[in-house]
């Protein structure tokens, strides 16, 4: 992956984006970070209008399996049992009726021949903490990154590196205008750009260029 370059103006237009069109933006706490709705992959869906426009990132919680969320637990199976085998490990048995504790965090683009999905998943076992934001309540993680390139009936599910992944204070409010993981598709160069910003500025090693490629 490379970086991406995030100028000031970048995000200015990133915070006014997310403060105009996106307080619809559910954030629910519980045992990781849980933004926004689920979106499933079916056939029948519209395409993404303005993929260059900066979006905030979607998330799911993985721990109870959902019509809403199979697609996101399929792109991430084999992680989800191995997390699942490193807490029976240690004794923990509290989850045995649902998956240990996972989230996931994602971007879509839907085109008429070709939908994407980059996709982030926050567990315990798997990532790793980059830093701590007291200020903004949240934590940034270092997770694993898949990318499910849909076409036709046909899935390939390709490995992208790392990614960074919010994760709030249990309990905590955050404020997802000031605070939010966003992703943007530059069609030209066929490439998915992803970032993040904590308390209004662009935080460093969080943002990448991803080409679908």
Known sequence: ????????????????????RWL??????????????????????SLTAD????RPMSYADLQ???QVTATYTDIWKDAIEENNRNYRARGDERFAAGNAPVTEAH??????????VLSALNTVTGCEVKSVDRVAHVTIKLCPLRMAVYEGVQVRTLEAGRA?????????AVDTTATAAYASYDVPTRTVKIGMIVN????????FNVPLH
């Open 1 to 20: 992956m490379q970086r991406a370059n995030v100028s000031t103006r970048q995000r200015q237009y990133i915070r006014c984006c997310i403060k105009r």
């Open 24 to 45: 619809g933006f559910v954030l629910i706490l519980g045992t990781g970070l849980m933004m926004g709705e689920a979106l499933t992959v079916a056939k029948a869906q």
């Open 51 to 54: 993929p260059g426009t900066w």
């Open 64 to 66: 109870r399996p959902s």
């Open 107 to 116: 971007f879509v683009i839907w085109s008429a021949r070709r939908s994407v």
């Open 164 to 172: 960074c992944f919010l994760e709030p204070e249990a309990g905590a």
């Open 200 to 207: 209004h500025a662009a935080v460093d090693g969080c943002s």
